[in-house]
């Protein structure tokens, strides 16, 4: 049986020797690594209803059409239907889990939405919300 020194030792042993990690995780953060496609590809969406649904799909094509500042200011309603209550970097944690940990932080999220990177991550989670609005009537 293989013991748990043993596991470390292969652990520590694989970590510098450099095994092939991916750039961000690499370095913790990467300045080369749009962090707002990094979020959202492969991201898990967990909702309860249309009702919510229909909330992400409106802030997801605003990320896709508004500029910065403007989405910046807008405002969405949260879980429960309260109108105005989350900016959209408040909404995405409550709807999408990233495949690895991480926290959208807002400043670096608006200088990097409208990049072309970001813009194909969101189109495609606006395609599999609206396909779950479709699938589910």
Partial sequence: MTSV???VAIGL??????TPQPKAAASGTSSS?????RYLTGAELQVEDDGQR?????????????PP???RA???SDYRGN??????????PHYF???EPMVLEPQRFYQEVAQAEAKVAIQQQLENVRSRLRDEK
């Fill in 83 to 92: 109108a105005n209550a989350w900016s959209v970097t408040d909404l995405l």
């Fill in 33 to 37: 690594v749009n962090t707002v496609a």
């Fill in 97 to 99: 889990v990233p495949r």
């Fill in 5 to 7: 020194a043993g596991l």
């Fill in 74 to 76: 807008q405002r969405y």
């Fill in 13 to 18: 042993l694989l970590t510098r020797c450099g």
């Fill in 69 to 71: 500042p403007e989405l």
């Fill in 54 to 66: 229909r909330e992400i799909v409106r802030a997801l094509e605003d990320m896709l059409h508004r």
